[in-house]
């Protein structure tokens, strides 16, 4: 078993994400006593819009796709840390044309469903907010598209714009918002799917963690062991963690304990026992 530590750019506004996904998966497998496998080079950061920005990270990009194409056709157990959301363009097509009917848990305090050409949008847009939207071939990535919409899972988000919004309300995309009876709400909404989950870790309230956009109101450490202990009941194609920084703005560094204790059984059950200073 291997975990997958994505270090190029995507859409990278700082360098802490591209060295947190190292630092954080890194932990990961030696906790669990498995290989880690770095994809990809770490980058500067890229002036410009999304546009820019994807140009800039495709060659990496390719790569990780690549490699979890690899991964799931040999039945391989995904876990992988990718620094930025706009990675999962590379990994969400590739789960989606294998496994069609599986449900998208995502994780999120955005909707990340907006489009290039969309309402408000600018050049300038942030490449992570329509990263859904690329994989499911509303807008051409050069990455692969698949996604079904009717299979995302929003978890947590809170901070969506009016096309998001909309969609949700359409009924395009499903969300489970933060609150009461999470773990049991998550549960009616997977309908006993096969599961592929993303994490980005700004659905924790702002202040838990150092991530780039925080946003209050979120999920407690306690709500995301409620919903992680929910997902482990499943079967799980994968697992990818984002928006994880290494350090604070200030410099201080980030603590991966507590996020490692709250995600630990969908950890156990896809990589085995664990090292117990994680343990819940």
């Given at each position: 078993?291997?975990?997958?530590l ?17 630092e ?47 991964r ?30 599986a ?16 309402p ?6 942030y ?11 509303e ?14 899972i ?49 659905v ?5 963690l ?21 997902l482990a009941?499943?079967?799980v194609?994968?697992l ?25 059984p ?6 085995g ?8």
């Amino acid at each position: 078993m291997t975990v997958t530590l994505y270090a190029g750019a995507a859409g990278d506004r700082n360098l802490r994400a591209m060295r947190g996904s190292v630092e954080l998966g890194s932990v990961i497998a030696q906790s669990y006593g498995v290989a880690a496998d770095i994809v990809g080079e770490a980058a500067a950061v890229i002036e410009g819009g999304w546009a820019a920005q994807l140009s800039a990270a495709l060659p990496n990009l390719r790569s990780l796709a690549v490699k979890i194409a690899q991964r799931l056709d040999n039945g391989e157990p995904l876990v992988l840390t990718t620094g930025r959301c706009a990675a999962s363009l590379a990994t969400l097509p590739m789960v989606a044309q294998r496994y069609p009917d599986a449900a998208i848990v995502w994780f999120d305090a955005h909707g990340d469903s907006n489009l290039p050409d969309g309402p408000g949008a600018t050049e300038a847009s942030y490449l992570g907010g329509m990263v859904i939207t690329g994989a499911a071939g509303e807008w051409r990535t050069g990455l692969g598209e698949g996604l079904n919409l009717a299979n995302v899972i929003l978890v947590g988000a809170r901070d969506l714009d009016p096309p998001e919004q909309a969609r949700i309300d359409a009924g395009e995309i499903s969300l489970v918002p933060p609150g009461a009876e999470l773990g049991l709400r998550l549960r009616e909404a997977i309908r006993g799917r096969q599961l592929y989950i993303h994490l980005d870790c700004d659905v924790l309230t702002a202040g838990l963690l150092a991530t780039e956009y925080q946003v209050a109101g979120g999920l407690q450490w306690r709500d995301l062991l409620e919903a992680f202990e929910v997902l482990a009941d499943h079967d799980v194609l994968g697992l990818e963690i984002a928006e994880y920084e290494a350090s604070w703005p200030d410099g201080r560094p980030n603590d991966p304990n507590p996020l490692l204790a709250a995600i630990q059984p969908v950890l156990r059950r896809m990589l085995g026992g664990g090292d117990d200073q994680h343990a819940t």
